[in-house]
């Protein structure tokens, strides 16, 4: 069944159903659904059809490339994801959850840009390696004095055990 057969039958108007299918460039059912709650409240434009195919796209399509989703934007903190995944990521380590599509593409790293990312995380990690060694190294000292405490009363209560028996 296709994405139109399916919105009809959740009970959208076909007229709407088209015109969300026009408006998202057909990419699908979720991005449809989308549309159609976004601008549920909106009348629907009378020359919707022409608009499209006035863009050159024989009424398919949105218009040029620039109007469709290349990346998705964090409304909270504005961090640009390249895809879904990266930004559902970002939501559960952040606990942000407003997100919205961007027609920013992402372009791809150089070499030089890779290195120097690549650099800058190897020096945070040994950095977070330094501090851990020092917290571990505190921890041992703290525990070796509770030992030791804990040896001396030990032997302190045998001592008096033996003068009371």
Same mark, same amino acid.
């Given at each position: 069944?296709?994405?139109?057969?399916?919105?009809?039958?959740?009970?959208?108007?076909?007229?709407?159903?088209?015109?969300?299918?026009?408006?998202?460039?057909?990419?699908?059912?979720?991005?449809?659904?989308?549309?159609?709650?976004?601008?549920?409240?909106?009348?629907?434009?009378?020359?919707?059809?022409?608009?499209?195919?006035?863009?050159?796209?024989?009424?398919?399509?949105?218009?040029?490339?620039?109007?469709?989703?290349?990346?998705?934007?964090?409304?909270?903190?504005?961090?640009?994801?390249?895809?879904?995944?990266?930004?559902?990521?970002?939501?559960?380590?952040?606990?942000?959850?407003?997100? $919205?599509?961007? *027609?920013?593409?992402?372009?791809?790293?150089? %070499? +030089?840009?890779?290195?120097?990312? &690549?650099?800058?995380?190897? /020096?945070?990690?040994? $950095?977070?390696? *330094?501090?851990?060694?020092?917290?571990?190294? %505190? +921890?041992?000292?703290?525990?070796? &004095?509770?030992?030791?405490? /804990?040896?001396?009363?030990?032997?302190? *209560?045998?001592?008096?055990?033996?003068?009371?028996?």
């Amino acid at each position: 069944m296709g994405d139109r057969e399916t919105l009809l039958e959740m009970g959208f108007a076909p007229e709407r159903v088209d015109w969300a299918l026009h408006a998202t460039n057909a990419s699908g059912l979720q991005a449809a659904l989308d549309h159609l709650e976004a601008h549920q409240d909106e009348p629907m434009p009378e020359n919707w059809k022409e608009a499209f195919a006035g863009a050159g796209t024989n009424g398919d399509a949105t218009g040029t490339d620039d109007t469709k989703a290349k990346s998705i934007r964090c409304g909270m903190c504005g961090k640009v994801f390249r895809d879904m995944d990266l930004a559902m990521y970002h939501a559960d380590k952040s606990g942000h959850d407003d997100f $919205e599509e961007s *027609a920013e593409e992402i372009k791809p790293l150089t %070499e +030089e840009e890779k290195k120097q990312r &690549l650099s800058e995380l190897r /020096a945070k990690m040994q $950095e977070k390696r *330094a501090k851990q060694a020092t917290q571990d190294a %505190e +921890e041992r000292r703290a525990n070796e &004095l509770i030992r030791r405490k /804990a040896g001396q009363d030990a032997g302190k *209560a045998r001592e008096e055990l033996e003068r009371k028996g």
